[in-house]
């Protein structure tokens, strides 16, 4: 029996109270850290959840995907344009549920901007955790990697995506190397003690 006051949770274990969909979501206290690399042959979604993508830019990402020997499954809507978003709130949606009805649960963001947390309400969150659905990339689709490990899914990838990064060779290496599970347990990120300094001695200062 709840005692009395007790919050309330929901099917993914994250704190619920009133309105709280309104202010956002809450994570579990204790989230996944299992990483699922891309296996030979598993195909790879390419959806546009943001803002209208350059398509010499997409061109250009895609060959460099369908160099890796995955499949592609390209979203309707990645060459739409609606004003600063890659067609409307339905058509992105529509997107995204397309490439993982089609099997796929590896998904590259083809760009970002402004538009994925217009989607976040309306998208089934838990579904996708379930399905073991993992995104590629950063600036607004952050919101969707946050949303999916809150929802109790597997580790997300802050990344480059297939438009706006990918093409460099070493973003490119470096992507790879980690869906490939090649970079597990080495050390991602080395910060200039110096630079680091300098930067708590500007913050302060301020």
Not at 21 to 36: E, I, K, L, P
């Amino acid at each position: 029996r709840a005692r009395k006051g007790a919050r309330k949770r929901n099917r993914v274990g994250c704190a619920h109270r009133p309105g709280s969909a309104r202010r956002g979501m809450r994570y579990r206290s204790s989230m996944s850290s299992r990483f699922v690399p891309l296996a030979p042959g598993e195909p790879i979604g390419v959806v546009a959840l943001s803002g209208p993508v350059d398509r010499e830019r997409l061109a250009a990402g895609l060959a460099v995907l369908e160099g890796w020997g995955n499949p592609l499954i390209l979203a309707p809507n990645l060459e739409a344009s609606a004003g600063y978003l890659a067609g409307d709130d339905a058509a992105r949606r529509a997107g995204l549920e397309r490439v993982v009805g089609r099997g796929a649960k590896l998904v590259i963001a083809a760009r970002g901007g402004y538009g994925v947390t217009r989607l976040l309400p309306s998208l089934p969150l838990e579904e996708l955790a379930s399905a073991g659905v993992r995104v590629v990339g950063c600036s607004d689709v952050s919101a969707l990697l946050n949303a999916l490990v809150a929802a109790g899914g597997v580790a997300q990838i802050h990344g480059p995506m297939a438009a706006a990064g990918l093409t460099r060779p070493t973003n490119e290496r470096r992507l790879r190397s980690v869906l490939s599970g090649g970079l597990a347990g080495s050390v991602l990120f080395r910060f200039d003690a110096e630079r680091v300094g300098l930067l708590v001695h500007v913050l302060d200062s301020a």
